[in-house]
């Protein structure tokens, strides 16, 4: 049950260490600094168990990443069996699978509160999340593919849960997409319009400066691409 979710039963070992070395890092840079820094932090895969594939990337052997095709009138929705050909079962395992199961999602806002409480007793507040890393990349390392709407319903599951347990929720950001895919990013924010509480909860709308996940983006028109189109909705824009 979600509700048995607690950060009281964290386990830093395997690939798990990677959370206690964050953490830690974190807290001796806010010492250092006497307090002056602000924590940010984005979930880049929920665990593996709570995931259509059961991994925390897309179980590709020869690690190969995939990218979700938001045109496409089936993995642009709701993606539930292979399209034709090989290449269609190639993308249904490792892109369509890779995703957070359609029933799990309160835990997985549950796990962020939880997060957010780990750090508090550390002696951290953090400033600012975000529930994924790039959605529209499958990759072999830890990740999490969501469709805009997915997107849009996963931030309201977010909104929802830390009220229900009366903590405080840090500033959210997100969907950190690519900065000069504008089509993209468009869609990204007209699926939280269609969901008032999600809209509202993003503080920031923040991208990233590559061009697919990768090679840097060195077009200055990029990040004034995504300025234009954020700027009305009166959002602070990062790039993270």
């Not at 932090?41 to 690690?63: L, Y």
């Not at 699978?97 to 780990?118: C, G, I, T």
């Not at 990233?208 to 691409?225: C, I, L, P």
């Amino acid at each position: 049950r979600w509700e048995d979710i607690t950060w009281k039963d964290f386990e830093f070992t395997g690939r798990g260490v990677r959370g206690l070395v964050s953490a830690n890092a974190a807290r001796q840079l806010l010492a250092a600094s006497d307090g002056r820094l602000r924590v940010i932090a984005t979930a880049w895969s929920p665990p593996a168990w709570m995931k259509v594939n059961n991994d925390m990337g897309n179980g590709h052997r020869e690690r190969k990443n995939f990218g979700l095709n938001i045109a496409d009138p089936i993995e642009g929705t709701v993606w539930t069996q292979p399209q034709s050909g090989d290449a269609g079962g190639v993308r249904y395992q490792y892109v369509a699978r890779n995703k957070l199961s359609p029933d799990l999602y309160q835990h997985f806002a549950k796990l962020l509160v939880e997060w957010v409480r780990y750090y508090r007793s550390l002696g951290i507040d953090l400033y600012a999340i975000s529930p994924t890393n790039e959605p529209v990349f499958s990759h072999w390392f830890e990740s999490c593919v969501y469709t805009p709407d997915e997107y849009a319903k996963l931030v309201e599951t977010i909104v929802w849960m830390f009220g229900n347990q009366g903590e405080p929720m840090p500033l959210l950001f997100g969907p950190e997409h690519m900065a000069g895919d504008t089509a993209k990013n468009r869609l990204y924010l007209e699926a939280l319009g269609r969901r008032p509480a999600s809209l509202k909860a993003m503080a920031a709308i923040a991208a990233h400066g590559y061009v697919d996940g990768y090679v840097a983006d060195r077009n200055s028109e990029s990040t004034t691409a995504l300025k234009n189109l954020v700027t009305p909705y009166g959002k602070r824009i990062w790039v993270t």
